[in-house]
Nanobody
């Protein structure tokens, strides 16, 4: 059973940066595809980024967000730059079995508790 714990959210001004972290336990981390999703109030949960052996970034954040993983630390990161008010949401990390990076929430079987990111204008 995979457990995921996110950290790093908070309040930031537009144009600022934040780095989210997600620590995983319970499975061999290198056997997992890790994804980042977000959900704003009244909206569906949407794919932001995922990583297997390479990065997969949603068009809505491409050029501003990057995803990386440290298999030695069992941790995946989401580096967010040039943040906009429309990036405000609860951000979730998720896990699925290797190797395909799914972009639909239902493809992932483990989820973190979420971390709030608020971007002020």
């Amino acid at each position: 059973q995979v457990q995921l714990v996110e950290s790093g959210g908070g309040l930031v001004q537009a144009g600022g940066s934040l780095r989210l972290s997600c620590a995983a336990s319970g499975r061999t981390f290198s056997s997992l595809v890790m994804g980042w999703f977000r959900q704003a109030p009244g909206k569906e949960r949407e794919f932001v980024a995922g990583i297997n052996w390479s990065e997969h970034i949603s068009d809505s954040v491409k050029g501003r967000f990057t995803v990386s993983r440290d298999n030695a630390k069992n941790t995946v990161y989401l580096q967010m730059s040039s943040l906009r008010p429309e990036d405000t949401a609860v951000y979730y990390c998720a896990a699925k079995d290797f190797a395909y990076v799914g972009r639909r929430p239902e493809e992932y079987y483990a989820w973190g508790q979420g971390t709030q990111v608020t971007v002020s204008s």
